[in-house]
């Protein structure tokens, strides 16, 4: 199905531990992103790509790792886990400059 | 100054009010401009662009004003379905560390029967 896909849907993990949100889009677009969404601070980015094998950072990206070595896939790794960590993440992709299509996002707990 | 801002609200209207958003953002240089709607705990999702002319979508008209760098949305008989939080969304001429898009924290409606 064409579309942006998001996995896992939810995810608790331990304080210190690696681990890894994925993003899938199907429509090639070029840009894709990630943010995060806590109560009180709206959608905040974490990192974006324009293009395989380009990623830039965005306004919070300590603590994250990503990589985009094919077009469709974007993951985020949270190379050691913390608390602070624990939040919604959502997955964006852009084709041309018009409006981003937001995966169904991964609910996040570290505990 | 922020560079999207918008009323947090609550708006708790009844159903059939009408109500409308307010947005103002500082890049004189944006050219895009969007409402998005979050439902509580879903992702975003594009409500509608909004154009220099000012366009409508059913129940929904979005405004643009250029010189005062104001954008709204209004609408009309309200559902309970219109319950939601409605992002005002910005494009940033020149990306860096926000991306391609400014979103607004958003405004909060609630519809009431």
């Known amino acids: 199905d064409a579309g942006i896909t998001q996995s896992p849907r939810y995810k608790i993990t331990e304080t210190g531990r690696q681990v890894t949100l994925m993003c899938h889009q199907t429509w090639s677009h070029s840009y894709m992103f990630w943010y995060r969404q806590d109560l009180g601070h709206g959608l905040r980015l974490i990192y974006y790509s324009a293009a395989a094998d380009i990623t830039d950072k965005g306004e919070v990206p300590d603590g994250y790792v990503v990589s985009r070595s094919k077009t469709e896939n974007f993951p985020l790794t949270l190379e050691s886990a913390t608390r602070s960590q624990t939040s919604v993440y959502f997955c964006?992709?852009?084709?041309?400059?018009?409006?981003?299509?937001f995966g169904s996002g991964t609910r996040l707990t570290v505990v | 100054r922020k560079e999207v801002e918008q009323d947090p609200g609550p708006f708790n209207v009844p159903e059939g009010a009408t109500v409308a958003f307010n947005c103002t953002y500082s890049n004189s240089a944006s050219q895009s401009f969007f409402w998005y709607r979050q439902d509580c705990r879903k992702e975003p999702k594009l409500l509608m662009s909004v154009y220099s002319s000012g366009n409508e979508d059913g129940r929904f008209t979005a405004q643009l004003n250029r010189a005062s760098q104001y954008i709204s949305l209004l609408i009309r008989d309200s559902k309970l379905s219109d319950s939601a939080t409605y992002l005002c969304v910005v494009n940033s001429p020149w990306g860096g560390s926000q991306g391609n898009l400014i979103f607004g924290k958003g405004t909060k409606l609630s519809v009431k029967p």
């Open positions: 964006a992709s852009q084709g041309t400059l018009n409006g981003y299509t």
